[in-house]
């Protein structure tokens, strides 16, 4: 028998000094199974807030004011599987207008629907036919004001590119891959251009993490570029493909890792991440860490930093980490020496990790991510076990860049935080001069996203239902709560 839930009140929560206040908003909605598994949030500039959830038979779209008040609904009446199945890219948001656009795997087409809270409509949705039948889908990211739809073509490797306007027309960019030396055309097809390769979008807006760096496959959207990066382990290598939009060019490189000893039959864990035009890389020995930060551009080398396992580690803030949220109840110790840091890493994934103050003080973070507790059916529609070694799924789309265009919305936070709760780590903590790369001591204070990982563990009990999202000058966390029968959107 279908079971229907009624929920009347949408309970708002905030959390501030310590205190909690609470201001409740009307809404008549009749919730089934999806709308309390998930939940999209598009942010606008103008501080209000659209929440997309879903019953068996349409999709719900709550409009919030910039004092998280319920201020309009309306109705999609289509498949409401598209918030669990389909991919989310990005949207437009102009005043109380929204363009929302979605990748439907399955039909192979781009859904685009377009809601307006003035008029108190919802346009007639359409369905884009912008993937030929020699292409496949890679991946979408959102630059410049418009979101770009990445597509390859299975016979000669082309790399196109369909940037979408809000008013959902298009201009196609064509990249020939056959255009450069054949040692780079295979490598980026054996191992960049790969249709079961998962690419992890790296934004630069949210709290970095160590579960979102430590991909052997990113996707950056920078000074006009799509950079899209493949960590070479047994050659020790990072190799780069840049499509730049501006000029149309297509480059490829690669730039080699610091050596440490290389045994033979073991691939030594390293990896890399771009930042601010410096491109980290981290490789780990048996016996020791090696941190080198190069200029993205020359590949010159700026600063390097080493671990060794009989030696104190000089640049770190703090102990060293080990946290498992995956646990129950979760873990967090610490680890007595470097020794138990490099065999961390060595026996797992390299990662790096940094965020950058409003003073310019980096904060690092460096270690070894040591994989995923499975997802619930219904925060990515699969409920799988995710392998360290194999890139996970991207929850939801849409790369929004830094800084962060005003007009095109994400819910990329949500990623970040699922991946957080569903994960395990050993690391350290560093805080670095920007430009000098001297370390310096400082008190290393809990991030936004670490601080609702914290509350989740102890307060939510559905966490298929989380979202999250920006707003003002802090972040919003929201779950259904099954025992009150209530949404509840918690500030931090």
């Known amino acids: 028998m279908k079971k229907t839930l009624l929920i009347s009140t949408l ?4 959390i501030s000094n310590g205190l ?14 999806f709308a309390r598994t998930t939940t999209l949030a598009i942010e606008n500039k103008n501080g209000k807030t659209t929440l997309l959830t879903a019953d068996r038979n349409k999709i719900h779209c709550l409009h919030l004011n910039d004092s998280l008040k319920v201020i309009n609904k309306l109705l999609l009446l289509d498949d409401p599987d598209i918030l669990v199945k389909a991919k989310y890219m990005g949207s437009f948001c102009n005043g109380n207008s929204y363009s929302l656009f979605f990748y439907d795997d399955k039909k192979r087409d781009i859904i685009n629907y377009k809601i307006n809270y003035d ?4 346009s007639s949705i359409k369905r884009l036919d912008l993937i030929n039948d020699d292409e496949f889908y890679f991946d979408a990211t959102n630059l410049n004001d418009k979101i770009q739809i990445i597509t390859c073509n299975v016979n000669n490797s082309d790399i196109i590119i369909n940037e979408l306007n809000e008013d959902g027309s298009s201009s196609r960019k064509v990249f020939s891959a056959l255009s450069l030396d054949k040692a780079s ?3 980026i097809v054996k191992y960049m251009l790969d249709r079961e390769n998962d690419y992890e979008q790296i934004n630069y807006k949210y709290d970095m993490n160590l579960n979102i760096t430590q991909a052997y496959n990113k996707l950056y959207a920078f000074d006009d570029q799509l950079i899209v990066t493949h960590e070479d382990l047994k050659n020790n290598k ?7 939009l501006k000029s149309n060019q297509i480059s490829f490189r690669s730039v080699s890792k610091p050596n440490v000893k290389f045994y033979s039959t073991h691939l030594n864990p390293s990896n890399s991440l771009i930042f601010e035009d410096k491109l980290y890389q981290i490789v780990c020995g048996q016996t020791m860490i090696r941190l080198a930060v ?18 104190e580690i000089s640049f770190k803030n703090g102990p060293i980490l080990f946290e498992a949220v995956t646990s129950d109840p979760p873990i967090s110790r610490e680890l007595k020496d470097s020794k138990q840091l490099i065999k961390k890493i060595f026996n797992s994934t390299a990662a790096i990790s940094l965020t950058k103050s409003a003073d310019s003080i980096i904060l690092m973070k460096l270690g070894a991510f040591l994989g995923f507790k499975a997802y619930p059916r219904g925060v990515n529609g699969e409920g799988t076990i995710y392998n360290p070694s194999s890139e996970s799924a991207v929850i939801t789309g849409g790369l929004q860049t830094f800084p962060p265009a005003n007009n095109i919305a994400d819910s990329y936070s949500k990623h970040i935080f699922i991946k957080s709760i569903y994960s395990k780590l050993a690391f350290i903590n560093s805080f670095l001069q920007e430009n000098t790369y001297i370390p310096i001591k400082g008190e290393i204070y809990q991030s936004v996203n670490e601080k609702m990982v914290d509350y989740q563990n102890i307060i939510i009990t559905n966490k298929a239902s989380m979202v999250t999202f920006p707003h003002k000058n802090s972040y919003i966390l929201g779950y259904y709560d099954d025992d009150k029968k209530k949404y509840n959107l918690v500030e931090f």
């Open 11 to 14: 309970f708002i929560s905030f």
């Open 20 to 33: 909690s206040q609470s201001i409740a908003a009307k809404i008549d909605m009749d919730l089934d199974f």
């Open 119 to 122: 008029s108190i409509s919802v």
């Open 185 to 187: 055309f295979d490598i």
């Open 238 to 244: 990072t190799d780069i493909l840049t499509l730049n």
């Open 294 to 311: 190069k200029d993205f551009y020359s590949g010159a080398t700026i600063k390097e930093f080493k671990i060794e396992e009989d030696e």
